[in-house]
Structures are given as structure tokens and as C-alpha cells.
């Protein structure tokens, strides 16, 4: 004679009740994104842009190795003359912020496009001050 699941041993229950939870929640997300919920190209940013411009004080001077980004998207550190190029960035309004030791961070905002560099040209770092 076959018992109910009510009969298995308390352990076997949790497993069993989250299985279930789990396949009705992946049921739920197929049946919200529809057939193309399974095709790559679908989900996801599709479409890019790079970004680049200068990181420099505020007498125009570059700041090499400081550190460049677009939120947690992208990551990169400027060159010798303080120049920097963020590339595969996502379309649409970001952020960039740029950070160096001994300057107060800066940041732009800028509009990227499909497939195009856009500047964000000089981003200011100003100097901390280390004395009262």
C-alpha cells in the first residue's frame, strides 16, 4: 500500500515544496516572455556604443591610471596623457565617473548610440587638499 506525501519524512517535504515552486516560477517566466522567451537575441542589451574622453585637474592637466567607469557596466584606467576609451557600452544615458588618489572623483553624463564613439570629453578630477 502507497502512502500520501504527507507520510514522507519531514526532510523530503522542503525539497519537494521548493521543485515545485521552482518549475512554477520558470513556467510563469516562459508563459510572461512568450515563445521568444528562449531566444538569445531577445533578451538583454542588444545594442552598443563606445565611450571616450580625458580625465584631467582642473587646469587641464591629465591624470594618468585614473580609474574610469560606467556604473558596474564598465571599468577601465586612463593612459599616460589621461586619456581613456570605455568600449561595448550600453545605448541610452550613462554615467561616467572617473577616480584618483588625491582628487575628488568627477563624473558626466552622456548619451550613447547605436554603433557610435561618443565624447565625454574632459572629465575634471579636483584636487584634495592635505593641508588645514
Given amino acids: 500500500m502507497r502512502g500520501n506525501m504527507n507520510d514522507r519524512p519531514t526532510a523530503a517535504r522542503p525539497l519537494t515544496?521548493?521543485?515545485f515552486a521552482v518549475a512554477l516560477s520558470l513556467g510563469a517566466l516562459v508563459t510572461l516572455l512568450g515563445a521568444k522567451g528562449c531566444d538569445p537575441n531577445y533578451i538583454g542589451v542588444q545594442d552598443y556604443g563606445s565611450i571616450g574622453g580625458n580625465v584631467v585637474d582642473q587646469k587641464g592637466v591629465p591624470i594618468p591610471q585614473?580609474?574610469?567607469s560606467v556604473g558596474s557596466l564598465a571599468t577601465i584606467r586612463s593612459d599616460s596623457k589621461g586619456a581613456f576609451v570605455l568600449p561595448h557600452v550600453p545605448v541610452g544615458e550613462q554615467t561616467v565617473q572617473?577616480?584618483?588618489a588625491g582628487y575628488v572623483s568627477g563624473s558626466v553624463t552622456v548619451i550613447v548610440a547605436k554603433d557610435k564613439d561618443v565624447s565625454a570629453g574632459n572629465i575634471v578630477l579636483t584636487a584634495t587638499t592635505t593641508n588645514p
Avoid: P
Fill in 17 to 19: 515544496q521548493i521543485a
Fill in 98 to 100: 572617473a577616480q584618483a
Fill in 66 to 68: 585614473a580609474i574610469v
